[in-house]
């Protein structure tokens, strides 16, 4: 599983990921409506994540790193929620692996500085979907997914 953090806006995608073959299981959205209080925000993230877990059962959820930019506000915020996420999956037993914006790049598009619309149509490409997944955070948390799966297979592949 996938999960591309925020506060108001949780993307989340589910793949299984077979010898680097990926397919499609489900993806969708955590909201919280505008106007509420951080701390319930916080809360309602951290149950629908756990909620998310119980019914997907992943072997391991990848999350997307946080990345900085000019409003610290807003970053503060997503760090936030990233951490109620965190500790929905930790308290669930689940593993976790985080990767940048950066990593998920590469291993979807091949090429790190990939635009937003390289990365949703790739990701659209590589789970033969036929429309590219929306909201644009569900389609970032598939690619996250994806990310988790060539890196997994590729250290599997290691070992032998």
Do not use: W
């Amino acid at each position: 599983m996938g999960i591309d953090p925020g506060y108001a806006i949780v993307g989340y995608g589910v793949i299984e990921n077979k010898e680097g073959d990926n397919r499609y299981i489900g993806h969708g959205a955590v909201t919280t409506p505008a106007g509420m209080p951080l701390h319930l925000r916080l809360m309602e993230i951290y149950r629908d994540i756990g909620t998310l877990i119980d019914t997907f059962k992943p072997d391991a959820v990848a999350v997307e790193e946080l990345f900085f930019n000019t409003n610290v506000k807003t970053a503060i915020q997503v760090g936030h929620a990233r951490g109620v996420i965190l500790l929905a999956c930790g308290e669930k037993g689940v593993p976790i692996y985080e990767y940048t914006p950066l990593q998920v790049k590469q291993s979807v598009v091949g090429y790190g500085r990939a635009e937003k619309k390289q990365v949703m149509e790739m990701t659209r490409i590589m789970l033969r979907l036929k429309a590219v997944p929306r909201p644009d955070d569900a389609a970032d948390a598939l690619a996250i997914a994806i990310c988790h799966g060539h890196t997994a297979s590729s250290a599997l592949s290691k070992d032998l």
